[in-house]
């Protein structure tokens, strides 16, 4: 029986199906099927190997796809669950989490070998490389060498007014990773901003209380007209972030008060709907989350500013946003 129709996918409801038994009833489109292959195929080449298994075990869940996917997805599952058996958070020291993946994270990435011949081959990497991806990687490794030359190369790196915002984000990450400290000038998405070194954000959970809210008041909201949204709604909300830190987007949605939450959100759904589905009903979202008259300009305002991150993430450019 139908239960429900969704965008993204369609919940159905089912008794006495063998073929069935086991798997939510959760029915993916092919637009969102592209959308999950797009999302494990960057966790994997970021070594997010914990993300990656969520994901599968979720993708393995639905229905209403070809064999051989669910084939390919489990036995990649099996590898990951073969070669990573504990995960990244998982592997049994129960102190702080924060701590135990922090320090899981290092022993992956730390390389056994430090030798000259390495350290110039990563800078190189991390300068020159033409995929973002492995400039990316290159720096999630760099943060466990042990070379002091490594942070002045990435202090010289980073004064390079055309580096992408997301390189420049990752860049701030790894001198924080290393110890380091200070203040670093910098040109973000046209603006000169100036930002400590030793308080960027390492992950979600370590940015402030508003921004955190503004991704749960969308996922509450978007998850009950479509149960997979909530993953790609935080992607782009943490992508997004990495854009936009230190910017005076940024330090707008710093306010602690519900209508820049509430304007943020619906903004992050609007988005959200134009990314996955390719249209979005402005108005019903408007609607959900109380944009009135009187909000309504801050509520374009932040549609213009995340659509223009969107738009760049999808084309892979790094122009300046419109």
Known sequence: MLKACLKGGVIITTSGDTHTEGKDNVY??????????????????????????ELLGFLLQCQGQEKRHYEEWSNLLSWLEMAFPLGEEEAGLQADEGEDEEALRAELLKPPVQDEAYISQLLYI????????????????????????????????????????????????????RGQAGTVMLRRLDEAVELEIEATPLSLEDFPGPVNQ??????????????????????????????????????????DDDETVDCFAAALHLTLHLTVY?????DDIRDTYGISDSLRFRYEQ?????????????????????
């Not at 991704?215 to 479509?226: G, K, P, Q, S």
């Not at 932040?302 to 946003?321: K, W």
């Open 28 to 53: 993916l489109f092919p637009s969102m099927l592209d959308q999950y292959q797009v999302a494990l195929t960057r966790m994997l080449e970021s070594e997010q190997y914990r993300e990656a298994k």
């Open 302 to 322: 932040a549609c213009r500013t995340l659509r223009g991150i969107a738009r760049l993430l999808q084309t892979g450019g790094d122009e300046h946003q419109p």
């Open 214 to 255: 503004i991704l749960e008041r969308t996922i509450a909201v978007a998850e009950v007209d479509d149960p997979t949204l909530p993953h790609f709604a935080t992607e782009l909300w943490k992508e997004s972030l990495q854009f936009l830190y230190g910017t005076a987007a940024y330090g707008w949605m710093l306010r």
């Open 126 to 177: 991390m300068r020159n490389h033409p995929m973002l991806d492995q400039q990316l990687l290159a720096l999630e490794r760099a943060a466990y060498v042990d070379a002091p030359e490594i942070d002045e190369a990435i202090l010289e790196w980073l004064g390079d007014a055309e580096l992408h915002p997301i390189l420049q984000f990752k860049a701030l990450q790894c001198l924080k990773r």
């Open 278 to 282: 390719g249209s979005a009903n402005d």
